[in-house]
């Protein structure tokens, strides 16, 4: 089973820095594109963050919201993918979530890292 272990989140004030960490087992990692997602308070939808794709090709994109702050990378070797996160603003206070593009459909979530920016 494809398993999601999301880590690094905390409580940081605006402007600070954190950066995340996702650890997947259960797929071939080097082989899928993965994406962070964030679901903000009230909010039952996950908003996409940004992709890396797969080893072949190692382009990443961020969305709009977060371009110029948010950086996501990946380390093979160690199954894990990253999303350094700088210039944090309250509204990127969230439960961040990492899975796979082409495995979002099957509604299989870990258990989120808590992300609060607030003085």
């Known amino acids: 089973q494809v398993q999601f272990v999301e880590s690094g989140g905390g409580l940081v004030q605006p402007g600070g820095s954190l950066n995340l960490s996702c650890e997947v087992s259960g797929l071939p990692f080097s082989e899928y594109a993965l994406a962070w997602y964030r679901q903000t308070p009230g909010n039952q939808q996950r908003q996409w963050i940004a992709?890396?794709?797969?080893?072949?090709?190692?382009?990443?994109k961020v969305g709009s919201g977060v371009d110029g702050r948010f950086t996501i990378s990946r380390d093979n070797a160690k199954n894990t993918v990253y999303l350094q996160m700088n210039s944090l603003k309250p509204e990127d206070t969230a439960v961040y979530y990492c899975?796979?593009?082409?495995?979002?459909?099957?509604?299989?979530w870990g258990q989120g890292t808590q992300v609060t920016v607030s003085s």
């Open positions: 899975n796979a593009p082409d495995l979002v459909a099957h509604n299989n």
């Open positions: 992709i890396i794709w797969s080893s072949k090709n190692t382009n990443y």
